[in-house]
């Protein structure tokens, strides 16, 4: 008898495994432990992985002694959303994750908090091009922190770190991917 889930277009065949779409991890990431119990909320992935919106809402959990918001929520809730947008655009055969981040504080958060992050299709394909035969890049992306009235509140910068992944050939020698 034929494996049902094999006829679902969301699964694979190699490991029968769910497809992540830019919805399943939206709300995946707001119920991650880390996420929930901070006040952050992911809004929204694009279909086509180039940009998220996350928010913070502060609040008892996530506000500091003087009743703003607590700069490691704010730093929490940037950390891992530019990586994210390179590495599902690239797709499997490239390392992608998070090295460095930096947050200028402005102005005192208060109310809900929100952050948009975007990764142009163009970033991607020079990124990739300059990542070619496994060459080092790192990469900076930058967004800001708003309140509910759109004024910053903190300016944020992250590094990306992106190298094509070595595969083994059939001579036994390990070659970048293609």
């Not at 094999?6 to 991890?25: F, S």
Request: with cysteine; charged share 25%.
């Amino acid at each position: 008898m034929p494996d049902k889930r094999l006829a679902c277009p969301r699964v694979t065949r190699h490991t029968g495994a769910m497809r992540m779409t830019p919805r399943r991890l939206a709300i995946g990431m707001s119920l991650w432990a880390p996420n929930l119990f901070s006040g952050i909320r992911v809004r929204r992935f694009a279909d086509d992985w180039t940009e998220a919106t996350v928010e913070l809402h502060v609040n008892l959990l996530t506000r500091n002694y003087v009743k703003t918001a607590f700069g490691g929520s704010m730093s929490a809730m940037t950390d891992p959303y530019f990586f994210m947008l390179v590495m599902h655009q690239l797709g499997r055969d490239y390392v992608v994750w998070d090295t460095r981040g930096e947050i200028e504080f402005v102005t005192p958060g208060r109310g809900v908090l929100t952050a948009r992050f975007a990764v142009p299709r163009e970033t991607v394909a020079d990124i990739r091009e300059r990542a070619r035969g496994g060459a080092k890049v790192l990469e900076w992306f930058e967004t800001d922190i708003t309140d509910a009235s759109g004024a910053v509140v903190a300016r944020v910068r992250r590094e990306v770190y992106v190298r094509e992944k070595k595969r083994v050939t059939d001579a036994g020698g390990l070659t970048p991917t293609s």
